[in-house]
């Protein structure tokens, strides 16, 4: 087995998750590490008891880490947008790495005159 890097706490990669393998210090042996892409959408809840973010679906909230729980099930309650890194896979749902919450446009300007 091939020790995982750079994996929030608790998530580790499923048959089926894609990650690169490398060497985390030179002669120290070989390392997976996360293959990832950022979405960003209004996530809605899923029927599999998580989230779909930009139609991609997340693993069930409860094995989420508590941060990226909190974020999503927030952004759900206020249709707020936010960033979600997402685990690439080939499996039908993601494991959620890490979320950011996207401000929102500012403002337009007054008009001249």
Do not use: H
Not at 40 to 64: C, H, K, L
Not at 66 to 80: H, I
Not at 90 to 105: F, I, K
């Amino acid at each position: 087995m091939i020790p995982a890097f750079g994996f929030p706490l608790g998530a580790e990669p499923r048959v089926g998750d894609k990650v690169t393998v490398g060497e985390a210090v030179e002669g120290e042996g070989l390392v997976a590490a996360p293959l990832c892409r950022w979405v960003e959408g209004i996530p809605v809840s899923a029927s599999n008891e998580g989230y779909a973010v930009a139609e991609r679906f997340t693993i069930p909230a409860a094995q989420m880490d508590l941060e990226s729980r909190v974020a999503l099930q927030g952004a759900v309650a206020d249709g707020t947008s936010l960033a979600a890194c997402l685990l690439d896979t080939s499996l039908e749902t993601s494991v959620v790495l890490q979320v950011r919450v996207v401000p929102p446009p500012p403002p337009p300007p007054p008009p001249a005159g």
